[in-house]
């Protein structure tokens, strides 16, 4: 039998396409009376399916063994496996790079690439594919940008520091900067600071604003502008799902290119890349919790609706924001 550990074990198995195994821990409390039972209940694949795998030694425990098809259950017990990787359409866009050391990586994500895998989007995203490019199995993600959302990700080269720079962002350390381009409004009037409380309910694809204390504040400044649409720079101070994208509909000029605001038109289709959301995370400084250093980064990215506006206006194809 198995023991039961308290600690996370590092993973038995390596990477597949920058993609970490998956890990499960056993309940504590359970009545399974063994490892199959509960992670077919679990993981909700289908008993066949579960079944194929411990018969193919592909999940296994601590000690990298396969797990026994009646293995007892073990609250606490530890057990990885391999996702079956989706079909997945390739994001035909460059991921750059703005920065590297020994610490962390800057990099400056095109539209539609998702930031960490999820979901239907696991080996093209922008961790795995740094994994795969750079070569850095252990590099992780500080945080996230929407995958519709363009622009600069902090990622962190040492497992052990990876906390440090997520803290950053937790305790609001980190000054970014957005830019936009959106319709043109000549009553309204910025720049201004937008607070609002905006609520984000799990299996539902929009954020929405609620009564209550706020808990979003973005600044919002015109930069310049050009017939029917403008370009904006977006400052937040906090970081509420879809923050910007809801607080720039709110104010009756909804970012271009949005599926969700001001009306849901459901999720991109794959392989769709005609209509970037015109939103780019443009800066991001902070000072490095490990070196001191101040650290202050640009996108190299344009938003093509403003860049390309002719194209844009003419219903052009669109592209990665580059």
Known sequence: MRRRTTRIPPAPLPQREGVDPVRVRLPVEGSWGTVREHLVERLAVGAGVIDGMLDAGLIVGE???????????????????????????????????????????????????????????????????????????????????????????????????????QSLFRDRLVRKEYEAVAPYRESLVLPRTVRSRIEKERGVMAAREVPGEPNAVSRIQLVGQREDRARYRLVPSTGQTHQLRVHMNALGVPILGDPLYPVVTGPVPAGDFRRPLQLLARVLEFTDPVTGRKHSFVSGRTLEAWSAYEDWAAGGPGGSGQ
């Not at 017990?77 to 050391?101: A, C, M, T």
């Open 63 to 165: 000690d990298g063994l396969p797990v026994a098809a009646d293995a007892a259950y073990v609250p606490g017990l530890f057990v990885w496996f391999h996702r079956e990787l989706p079909d997945e359409e390739p994001v035909p866009f460059d991921l750059g790079i703005v920065y590297r050391d020994e610490h962390i990586v800057v990099a400056d994500k095109p539209h539609f690439l998702a930031t960490t895998p999820r979901g239907s989007h696991v080996a093209q995203t922008a961790l795995a594919r740094l994994r795969r490019e750079l070569g850095i199995p252990t590099l992780g993600a500080a945080h996230r940008l929407d995958r519709l959302t363009a622009g600069l990700v902090l990622f962190t080269v040492r497992p052990e520091e990876r906390g440090a720079y």
